[in-house]
């Protein structure tokens, strides 16, 4: 059972590939639904594994609040017993809770933070700021609901086209929700740095796919380009964290660059005989063969501790 157990911890590597090849291949919608369903997928079956190893190494440590047919022989002969893989994985369990912990409260207190600084403006969809600084963000409400703001300066220095652009593009991350997307992202890496990757990746392909939301909009993938290149020279580092923007860090040229390129194709899924799609399916491999070993090893583990609890 040993080897089911930790092949959670490892097989993150798999989703590697599928994070660098599926902007080329991949629309940006199918590529973030993809990454964040894969990443999502690994973090929860890689923290699983470390509460087994927390589970079974320490139960042959002394004055441990478990059963003590749980220290029987047979037990230790059946599960990897090693009290250090008990310990270590006591402190890497702490250390994901407590990431995940810090990284909900980042996200509702940036979220509360946007809220309060529009108390007394006038309700709707827009929310104009007065500020020197330049931003525009999408800020997510409850049922759905959620706000664009953006700040005078920003808007004072964009032409009418440009305006559109980035009106178009808070509204398809408030219509897709893509805060979503990156926090799941977000905790995935939390729970497993392999996955650091596929967070990256995911925070790219939402605003990619803001991109192209406005595009088809605005009926000009040039005048979105240049939006966002605009925008992003006028933010700086006037950037809110945590929420979806127009101007947000990162690899701003890079999507430059897409939008100036010819459009992605719209297909949920790369052509098994190009790297893309080697890839992909090296990662719904590495999906799978994650569930299945997390699933088994628990399962083996439950039967095992259930027949020593009542010998």
Not at 88 to 99: P, Y
Not at 141 to 158: D, K, M, P, W
Not at 221 to 241: E, I, Q
């Amino acid at each position: 059972m040993g080897v089911f157990v930790f092949l959670p911890l490892v097989l993150p590597l798999t989703a590697v590939p599928i994070a660098r090849l599926a902007g080329q291949h991949l629309h940006p919608r199918a590529a973030a639904r993809l990454l964040t369903a894969v990443g999502a997928l690994l973090g929860l079956c890689s923290t699983l594994c470390l509460g087994l190893l927390m589970v079974v190494g320490t139960a042959q440590l002394p004055g441990n609040p478990l059963p003590d047919g749980w220290s029987d022989p047979d037990v230790r002969e059946a599960v990897p017993h090693e009290e250090y893989f008990g310990e270590v994985s006591i402190v890497a369990l702490v250390v994901v809770l407590a990431g995940w912990a810090v990284t909900l409260c980042r996200h509702c207190s940036a979220r509360v933070r946007a809220h309060r600084a529009l108390a007394g403006l006038p309700v709707g969809e827009l929310a104009v700021l007065p500020d020197d600084a330049a931003y525009a963000y999408a800020l997510p409400g409850r049922c759905g609901t959620g706000r664009i703001v953006v700040s005078t300066a920003l808007l004072e220095q964009l032409d009418s086209d440009e305006r559109h652009v980035v009106l178009a593009h808070e509204r398809a991350h408030l219509r897709q929700a893509h805060h979503r997307l990156s926090l799941l992202g977000q905790l995935a890496a939390r729970a497993n740095p392999l996955l650091l990757p596929l967070r990256d990746e995911i925070a790219y392909h939402t605003e990619r796919w803001a991109d192209e939301e406005a595009a088809g909009e605005v009926g000009s993938r040039r005048v979105v380009a240049r939006a966002v290149a605009r925008a992003a020279l006028l933010a700086g580092r006037a950037s809110v964290p945590g929420l979806a923007q127009l101007a947000a860090p990162g690899p701003v040229p890079r999507r430059v660059a897409a939008l100036l390129a010819p459009s992605p194709p719209v297909r949920s899924w790369p052509p098994a005989g190009t790297a893309a799609g080697v890839a992909a399916w090296m990662a719904a491999a590495g999906s799978v063969a994650s569930v299945v070993s997390a699933v088994f090893a628990a399962t083996a583990l439950a039967m095992i501790l259930h027949a020593a609890t009542v010998l």
